[in-house]
């Protein structure tokens, strides 16, 4: 049960607060499918990865209330974090040094297949 000293010294909640987080998170969720079509190139995932960071943050912070919580919570957080993005970069810098795949021939850009006549050099009937 809790005392009313004890009740007293937490936070009070506003639903404001989570009504603006959930626009902001609708307004990224967005953002995200906008720029998913887009085809940016190489630029993607780092844009990508920017705003699920940033949707993440906002959920810890505010719906899992890391903001009220104690340090020792903080540090396994970002422990934890520390260590995921460890793995994403090594797994990012292991696949950005892997030699280029070949591209399957339904591929939509980036390749010869998708030159008009659909033909690689070496696939094109011989002219005789």
Do not use: C, W
């Not at 940033?54 to 540090?75: C, D, G, P, W, Y």
């Amino acid at each position: 049960m809790i005392s009313g000293q004890e009740h007293s010294s937490q936070h009070p909640h506003s639903a404001t607060s989570y009504v603006v987080v959930y626009v902001l998170l609708l307004i990224f969720t967005a953002t995200t499918y906008i720029t998913g079509t887009l085809h940016l190139g190489k630029y993607a995932i780092f844009i990508a990865l920017g705003i699920a960071a940033t949707k993440s943050s906002l959920v810890v912070i505010f719906f899992m209330h890391l903001r009220e919580a104690s340090a020792a919570t903080r540090l396994v957080l970002a422990i934890s974090l520390f260590f995921v993005s460890l793995l994403i970069t090594l797994a990012v810098s292991d696949v950005a040094t892997r030699f280029k795949l070949a591209t399957p021939a339904g591929a939509p850009f980036g390749t010869e297949r998708s030159q008009p006549d659909g033909l690689l050099e070496n696939e094109r009937p011989t002219q005789e």
